[in-house]
């Protein structure tokens, strides 16, 4: 007894490394990008404990586990019946477009999405950019108090607070009215409050948490979360972009001086183009409510608004067979011809998108990223950091944030492709969590999101490749630690 308390740090530390390396050997079965297995394997023999609780809480994969291979098949043929007719072939799309100068150009863009989500390119949509939180719930709460049948929520977060509670008033009183609301909202992002909840359950609302986390199943769900932002009104009108539900978002007039500016983009989505965003929601709502919902004609209304913009909705996650979005914005930069303007709250790219940015901008395609000076994480804005001597050293121009936090997720190229929404250019974003962009081939779009990221640039400071050098040692240092995490966050 008395030999096992003297040793018994050696033999935790011994039972550490033994549960390590049978862990290494599991990671390299099952060959994931070697990058990202180093990271893993660093953590593990470097960090005694703590590389195996960051290994079993966050960095499983669990892409091909029989919880998404389940919700994937199931998806897939639920996705084929609803959006298979919406599909045109190539030559339809052409002759369709011929002439407007948008589908024909991002042509590889558009097959690539139909070829690997079944996800059509609609035509019939009127959109609008809703610019920060004010604007975006003032339209959307708008369009609620007007709902007839039903109202469909998707948030990674939603709280309880100022926007939060008037939200929950207005949908408990459609309830009241009679029209069906549904909320999805993510377990481990949300600080709803058990009273909110309660509230809601009991004027009728179907309420789901996404994926809760209970122990032991906490490391199996801690890393998958939802990270949409989108919200359906009785079929006809989508939201989707990167506002979240929660009083950090909306720039209130009255806020205090001292309360951090935050700058974002959304978009409201008027036409065929829902029939994709409810296609998604039905889908995760079936998957966290553990019931299938009978599909409605009023889930899928008929619209009859005139041509107007073409939007292709892309959506990923643990439970699709590919990077969807990833693989979109891959697209994007390697066909793009004049230039590539991009807004991202955290840029921790793989080295696809990393090479393909450098390479665009050695070619001579103008490449610009706006992204926050300070953020609201400090690992990641070190792990940002970390990336752009390169991109500079390759002539891509990058731009510090400084009027406040800037939260948008978009990119626009040629002037004729818009990305809006919920994606972040990070490896959490890619590969980990779930997500949903809408992609737009329409010159007004781009051109008004153009002009919005000239506006954005008054508020910002180019970084100088000279200067960049300079900067202490001491920074150097934190940033070359947090690349070694960079594949984990």
């Given amino acids: 007894m008395n030999y096992f308390l003297d040793n018994i740090w050696w033999i935790l530390l011994s039972a550490n490394f033994l549960i390590v390396f049978i862990t290494i050997g599991y990671e390299l079965m099952h060959f994931r990008e070697p990058v990202k297995s180093i990271s893993l394997i660093f953590a593990l023999l470097a960090l005694p404990v703590i590389g195996l609780l960051v290994y079993y809480f966050f960095a499983q994969e669990f892409r091909k586990s029989k919880l998404f291979n389940r919700k994937k098949l199931y998806d897939k043929n639920i996705i084929q019946r609803w959006e298979e007719k919406l599909i045109l072939n190539e030559q339809e799309l052409i002759e369709k477009y ?29 959109v609008r950019v809703l610019i920060n939180g004010e604007n975006k719930f003032s339209a959307l709460f708008e369009d609620i108090k007007k709902a ?122 008027e036409g065929h183009a829902v029939k994709s965003l409810q296609a998604q929601f039905l889908l995760n709502f079936n998957f966290i409510s553990g019931k299938v919902l009978k599909v409605e004609e009023e889930f899928f209304p008929k619209i009859g ?16 067979d590919w990077q ?46 706006i992204i926050p000076e300070k953020g609201d994480s400090v690992i990641a804005r070190y792990a940002t950091n970390s990336y752009i001597e390169q991109l500079l050293e390759s002539g891509v121009q990058v731009y510090h944030y400084h009027k406040g936090m800037v939260h948008a997720k978009t990119m626009v190229v040629d002037g004729v492709l818009t990305s809006i929404g919920s994606c972040n250019l990070d490896n959490r974003s890619f590969d980990i969590n779930f997500e949903i962009n809408a992609f737009l081939y329409d ?28 900067r202490p040692s001491t920074e150097k240092i934190r940033e070359a630690l947090a690349r070694l995490w960079a594949p984990l966050l």
């Fill in 148 to 269: 007839k049948h039903h109202i469909h929520i998707e948030y990674y977060i939603f709280n309880s607070g100022r926007i939060g509670n008037r939200l929950i008033l207005l949908l408990c009183e459609k309830a009241e009215e009679g029209v069906k609301v549904r909320v999805s909202y993510d377990y481990v992002a949300s600080r709803l409050s058990s009273k909110a909840v309660k509230k809601m359950k009991s004027y009728g609302i179907e309420i789901f948490p996404f994926m809760p986390v209970w122990f032991p199943n906490l490391t199996r769900k801690l890393n998958y979360r939802n990270h949409r932002k989108m919200a359906i009104i009785d079929g006809d009108i989508g939201f989707i972009g990167g506002i979240n539900i929660c009083d950090e978002y909306v720039n209130f007039e009255e806020n205090p001086k001292e309360k951090l500016f935050w700058r974002d983009t959304h978009l409201r989505i």
């Fill in 443 to 470: 010159t007004r779009v781009a051109r008004e999101m153009t002009e919005v990221y000239n506006v954005d640039l008054e508020e910002t400071t180019e970084l100088i490749l000279e200067d960049w050098l300079k």
């Fill in 324 to 369: 969807n979005i990833m693989e979109a914005i891959l697209t994007a930069i390697n066909t793009a011809e004049e230039y590539i303007y991009i807004t991202t709250p955290y840029f921790i790219p793989n080295n696809q998108i990393l090479t393909a940015l450098c390479m665009a901008s050695r070619i001579g395609i103008e490449v610009k990223i």
């Fill in 305 to 320: 608004i005139p041509e107007r913009t073409a939007v292709q909705i892309a959506a990923s996650g643990p439970d699709t």
């Fill in 98 to 126: 011929r002439g407007r100068g948008t589908i024909e150009e991002k042509m590889k863009l558009v097959r690539l999405l139909q070829n690997n989500q079944k996800k059509p390119v609609t035509f019939k949509n009127k």
